[in-house]
């Protein structure tokens, strides 16, 4: 089974700081990786995903994740954060050929103004 | 295209009460997923249902159950409610639920709590 680690539970932040959030998981095959954001009030929505090619990927609204196999990890950057930012960010993995996400705890990002 | 719709939105029910929650995936998509959100244990895997078979089922006890019909909609159950099933029932549908990749479109979720 795959576990989800994700380094920070709460990050704050000031408008045009840049962003990075950690995410580790545990599985020894091949993996679906994906970044999701849950804004106050609305529901999960996609960010980015890596399941093959470049590992270097780019999402939505400027954000970016960089898949480094060797480490298990797939962080989540952002060079210039915006207020719109404000949410909770979860890192999931899949099993390739599986359907079931592992999701990390979550990291509640808080951009001040 | 619509997107997960679920219903009903907000739920208040009472320990030892049944509930059932309802799922309608995006149009043409064939797997269902169910997750359930909590502050403490985060969001964790129900179980799938795929052409109206459950494919896989999560660590829950038997009181959560599940179905999908021929249109794809799917509903879950939870029966003898305990106030630890007070959460946040998310939804998710893909076209095929291979996991080859494929994105999981997430519902905006049903809130029970259980008094």
């Known amino acids: 089974a795959q576990s989800v680690s994700q380094h920070n539970h709460h990050v704050i932040l000031s408008e045009a700081a840049s962003l990075e959030l950690g995410c580790n998981y545990s599985?020894?095959?091949?993996?679906?990786l994906f970044w999701y954001v849950q804004y106050p009030g609305q529901h999960l929505q996609l960010l980015l995903k890596?399941?093959?090619?470049?590992?270097l990927v780019k999402g939505i609204k400027g954000f970016e994740a960089e898949f480094i196999k060797s480490k298990f990890s797939f962080n989540l950057r952002k060079p210039s954060v915006q207020w719109s930012d404000t949410a909770e960010y979860f890192c999931?993995?899949?099993?390739?050929?599986?359907?079931?996400?592992?999701f990390g705890a979550g990291t509640t990002v808080t951009v001040r103004a | 295209k619509a997107g997960v719709t679920q219903t009903p939105r907000y739920l208040i029910k009472t320990r030892g009460q049944q509930v059932t929650l309802s799922c309608s995936p995006i149009?043409?998509?064939?797997?269902v997923s169910w997750y359930q959100q909590t502050p403490g244990q985060g969001l964790q895997f129900l179980f799938e249902?795929?052409?109206?078979?459950?494919?896989n089922k999560g660590n829950f006890p038997g009181r959560f159950s599940g179905r999908q019909f021929s249109n794809s909609r799917s509903e879950m159950n939870v029966s003898t409610l305990e106030l630890g099933d007070s959460a946040l029932y998310l939804c998710?549908?893909?076209?095929?639920?291979?996991?080859?990749?494929?994105?999981?479109?997430f519902g905006p979720g049903t809130r029970l709590l259980v008094l």
């Open positions: 998710a549908s893909t076209l095929s639920g291979q996991g080859n990749g494929e994105t999981q479109y």
């Open positions: 599985y020894g095959g091949t993996v679906n």
């Open positions: 890596y399941f093959s090619g470049d590992p």
């Open positions: 999931a993995v899949n099993a390739r050929g599986d359907y079931k996400l592992s």
């Open positions: 149009s043409g998509h064939r797997s």
């Open positions: 249902y795929f052409s109206e078979t459950q494919r």
